[in-house]
Antibody, heavy 123, light 110 residues
Framework: QVQLVESGGGVVQPGRSLRLSCAASGFTFSGYAMHWVRQAPGKGLEWVAFISYDGSDKYYADSVKGRFTISRDNSKNTLYLQMNSLRAEDTAVYYC????????????????WGKGTTVTVSS | QSALTQPASVSGSPGQSITISCTGTSSDVGGYNYVSWYQHHPGRAPKLMIYDVSNRPSGLSTRFSGSKSGNTASLTISGLQAEDEADYYCSSYTRSRDVVFGGGTKVTVL
């Protein structure tokens, strides 16, 4: 079955960097666009970034634009989120999610989610 | 990227029906049929409940239904059950080619 497993979270100081990974299995990863979504403590879901199935199109939330970079390696069935210049407000559980439509270049819906990895930005 | 507007909480007794609204603008909810709804139990992965305004994923209970009128989408849960108690989020594609979520609605089964 479809499985998404995030890793790479941890405690990091403000201004430092962290890279999250999301290992995908159970489906043809190279055919699906992917997302990162986060949930800060006590807050709702916030979309972070999107990457098309072939990696050619990428979109970001204003709150992370210029600091975060989404990428993918279809040969390794893995999605990444490079997070630079981290701030306290980036503290959250980060989820990777699969877009529901194949070969798409924009959001449609998220039909599979990982269980998340926790990022804490604190000095 | 302003969040879509949802009521903070909705409650109902077992067996009743409840409706959660999700209000956006013509640049998101009103302009596209890429409106979806997610159920989220704390500590677990969110779960897709409705996609493309009114479609249910395969195997999902028919007690869940979605609709849209103008800039407002709605999720209706009929025959409310204890297991439905969770947070629910709407989401939409936007004119800026990004994604916006609602603030979330806590559903309580009385």
């Amino acid at each position: 079955q479809v499985q998404l497993v995030e890793s790479g979270g941890g405690v990091v100081q403000p201004g430092r960097s962290l890279r999250l990974s999301c290992a995908a299995s159970g489906f043809t990863f190279s055919g699906y666009a992917m997302h990162w979504v986060r949930q800060a403590p006590g807050k709702g879901l916030e979309w972070v970034a999107f990457i098309s199935y072939d990696g050619s199109d990428k979109y970001y939330a204003d709150s992370v634009k210029g600091r975060f970079t989404i990428s993918r390696d279809n040969s390794k069935n893995t999605l990444y989120l490079q997070m630079n210049s981290l701030r306290a407000e980036d503290t959250a559980v980060y989820y990777c999610a699969r877009d529901g439509k194949v070969f798409t270049y924009h959001y449609s819906y998220m039909d599979a989610w990982g269980k998340g990895t926790t990022v804490t930005v604190s000095s | 990227q302003s969040a879509l507007t949802q009521p903070a909480s909705v409650s109902g007794s077992p067996g009743q029906s409840i409706t959660i609204s999700c209000t956006g603008t013509s640049s998101d909810v009103g302009g596209y049929n890429y409106v979806s709804w997610y159920q989220h139990h704390p500590g677990r992965a969110p779960k897709l409940m409705i996609y493309d305004v009114s479609n249910r994923p395969s195997g999902l209970s028919t007690r869940f239904s979605g609709s849209k009128s103008g800039n407002t989408a709605s999720l209706t849960i009929s025959g409310l059950q204890a297991e439905d108690e969770a947070d629910y989020y709407c989401s939409s594609y936007t004119r800026s080619r990004d994604v916006v979520f609602g603030g979330g609605t806590k559903v309580t089964v009385l």
